[in-house]
């Protein structure tokens, strides 16, 4: 399979988070790079995994911009420190216009990607019709089901048109065949632009993998405080990227047992 890793999206270099004398994040670095398959449009799909209380909802504010490093910077494209609103953010709980139908929180979305211009409706039929929520357009978020809210969600910040959409636990609650359609529907965002690269925070190993590119991992070293980036696993390598039946592999398997043994 021939493909490049090109320039770097996203850099977080010598990330501290301290509260007070304890340390909760400590010198992570790691590197996001434009993975370019020749006549595709593919994007980037990033997993970092953690066991619980590690620190993955306190690293997933500081990408999204919703708080700052105690120390180290975290920057896209080359430069840009990263702020609030660079970055898509789905929430756990799908966070909604509770007062807003679903069509006119996704028209504000698009109001705010000049990509869009003239086109507003024609992008929200397409995803719409493509994430099954055509029918609920004009109902309220208190009227959807939890998969509906998700879905909503995730369409929300895609219309917005950021390069970068931020995922915190997208799989938990989900049943199986729910998460079937979850995973498929995240690797259609993330092949919808060659820039796009999603990062999805998470504990499911076994969908994290199966979905990725590559798996940062998120633990404590021996005798130090704080968590740090243990592993990089690049499943490109490994020959697991971007296949359906993934599951079936044994080198799946392998790297599954490989990452438990790690957290
Ligand atoms: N405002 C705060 N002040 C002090 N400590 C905090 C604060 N917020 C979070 N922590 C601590 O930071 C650590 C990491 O929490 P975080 O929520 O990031 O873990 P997590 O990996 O997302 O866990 P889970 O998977 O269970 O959601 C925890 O020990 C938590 O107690």
Redesign the pocket.
């Known amino acids: 399979m021939t493909y490049t890793k090109e320039e770097v999206l996203l850099e977080v270099e010598h990330v501290d988070l301290n509260?007070g004398e304890?340390s909760?994040l400590r010198d992570v670095n790691f590197t996001i790079r434009n993975i370019v398959r020749p006549g595709m449009s593919q994007g980037q799909v990033v997993s970092l995994l953690?066991r619980?209380?590690?620190?993955?909802?306190?690293l997933f504010r500081l990408l999204a911009g919703l708080q700052q490093p105690s120390s180290g910077s975290i920057t896209i494209f080359g430069n840009k420190e990263v702020e609030a609103g660079d970055m898509g953010v789905v929430f756990q709980h799908y966070y909604l216009f509770e007062w807003k139908t679903i069509y006119q929180s996704l028209m504000m979305a698009c109001r705010q990607n000049p990509a869009l211009k003239g086109n507003e409706k024609d992008a929200i039929a397409k995803w719409a019709t493509a994430f099954e929520v055509t029918d609920i357009l004009h109902k309220y978020p208190q009227q959807l089901s939890g998969g509906q809210r998700q879905r909503a969600s995730i369409m929300q910040q895609l219309l917005k048109g950021s390069a970068f959409l931020l995922f915190d636990e997208p799989f938990s609650g989900l049943d199986i065949c729910v998460l079937d359609k979850v995973v498929d529907m995240l690797l259609q965002v993330s092949v919808s632009d060659e820039l796009k690269t999603l990062v999805i925070v998470s504990?499911d190993i076994e969908t994290s993998v199966a979905i990725s590119d590559t798996v940062f991992i998120l633990g404590k070293e021996e005798g130090q405080p704080g968590a740090t980036v243990k592993q990089e696993i690049d499943l490109v390598e490994r020959g697991l990227a971007w296949q359906k039946d993934v599951r079936r592999e044994k080198a799946f398997a392998d790297t599954l047992d490989e990452i438990k043994a790690s957290l």
């Open positions: 509260y304890r909760i953690g619980s209380g590690i620190g993955k909802t306190q504990h």
